[in-house]
Every structure is written in C-alpha cells, then in structure tokens.
Nanobody
Framework: QVQVVESGGDMVQPGGSLRLSCVVS????????MGWYRQAPGKERELVAV???????RYGDAVKGRFTFSSDTAKNTGYLQMDSLKPEDTAIYYC????????????WGQGTQVTVSS
C-alpha cells in the first residue's frame, strides 16, 4: 500500500520560513510525478508547486519567488521551502505523487497544517 506522508507544518509569524517534506513509501514502481497543493478554509484546493516532466518546476502565481520545490524521485522524496510567509499562506498543504510522469499523480497525503499569524 502506497503511503504519502507530509511533515514540517507549523505556526510561524509573517515573514518567517518553513520547510515541508514529503516521503512516498510502498510503491512497487518509481515515483515520477510529485507536487504540492494547498487548501485554505472555504477555498478550493490550489496548486503550490509541481514537478514538470523533463525536470523543471511550475509554481502557483501566489507563491512564485517565495517558495522553492525540490524533489528526488530516486528517493521518493520532495521538499517545499517556504520563505517570506504571509497570513494568506495559511492552509493545509498536501503532497501529491504518482508513478506516471505528469502534472498530477494518483496518490495524496493527509496534509500538514501551516499557519502564518502574528
């Protein structure tokens, strides 16, 4: 059974930083797709960052220039470095992963809470 586990969520003051981690285990096949999404209360889930086939990364407009996604598909691991955090970044952050190369995989984690507040 494939498990996707996020960690690193916390409460932080505006302007602060956090680093989220995502680890995928239990897959018989290599992980070739990975991304981060978030959902704030009362809002739809939105793209934060995603690994694009070919090795580059795509970011949501709200986080461009502040967040950095890095992934190691050989280790089934991904990281989201979040800097210059704003209150509007408050959300549950979900890791998405999949075996086929693409923008959206078939596996989701349970999420990790990020709260930005003074």
């Amino acid at each position: 059974q494939v498990q996707v586990v996020e960690s690193g969520g916390d409460m932080v003051q505006p302007g602060g930083s956090l680093r989220l981690s995502c680890v995928v285990s239990g897959s018989r096949f290599s992980i070739n797709a990975m991304g981060w999404y978030r959902q704030a209360p009362g809002k739809e889930r939105e793209l934060v960052a995603v690994l694009v086939p070919g090795g580059s990364y795509r970011y949501g407009d709200a986080v461009k220039g502040r967040f950095t996604f890095s992934s190691d598909t050989a280790k089934n691991t991904g990281y989201l470095q979040m800097d210059s955090l704003k209150p509007e970044d408050t959300a549950i952050y979900y890791c998405n992963a999949g075996t086929a190369a693409g923008l959206l995989g078939q596996y989701w984690g349970q999420g990790t809470q990020v709260t930005v507040s003074s």
